[in-house]
């Protein structure tokens, strides 16, 4: 028996036509984003993101397309050229989340990040992520963001 088919085993790396990982966390590159039913423009057109900035999560890709998640649970394809590499995160609750100067409960308030909105992550450590949005910065529980859990984040 093979280590990747033991128990407890981390699953092997998936081939991607980009070489990336997936799922990975990417962010919408530009103000709007047609979101189609199929990776190619003849699929039918599902919605349009008005969201420069969003978090999205990569699930699957093709060369040109990727199968992307977004906040709310919607799973469309994008083409490739309509994300950037650089990391935001979401508060998609509708009350403010307080980015501490530390990543410790009780820590002092450095700023509000404003519920619905995106702000750049810059890493994540322990169940801590450091986010920073309008020049100010601070750390925020992973768990009070979206786009940063490691888990595929919408089922097929």
Do not use: F
């Amino acid at each position: 028996m093979g280590l990747a088919s033991q128990a407890g085993a981390a699953d092997p790396p998936r081939l991607t036509p980009s070489g990336l990982d997936v799922p990975r966390y990417v962010s919408l590159k530009y103000e709007t984003v047609n979101a189609r039913n199929g990776p190619d423009e003849s699929h039918r057109l599902l919605w349009v993101y008005r969201a420069k900035g969003l978090p999205v999560q990569v699930v699957a890709e093709t060369r040109e397309w990727r199968r992307i998640c977004d906040p709310e649970g919607g799973l469309a394809w994008v083409h490739r050229r309509t994300t950037d590499g650089h990391r935001t995160a979401m508060r998609t609750q509708p009350t403010p989340l307080a980015l501490l100067a530390s990543p410790k409960p009780g820590a002092k308030i450095n700023a509000w990040l404003r519920g619905r909105s995106t702000a750049n992550l810059d890493k994540c450590e322990k169940g801590w992520c450091r986010l920073k949005a309008d020049g100010a910065h601070g750390w925020a529980r992973e768990s009070e963001i979206w786009g940063a859990s490691s888990q595929v984040q919408c089922k097929s």
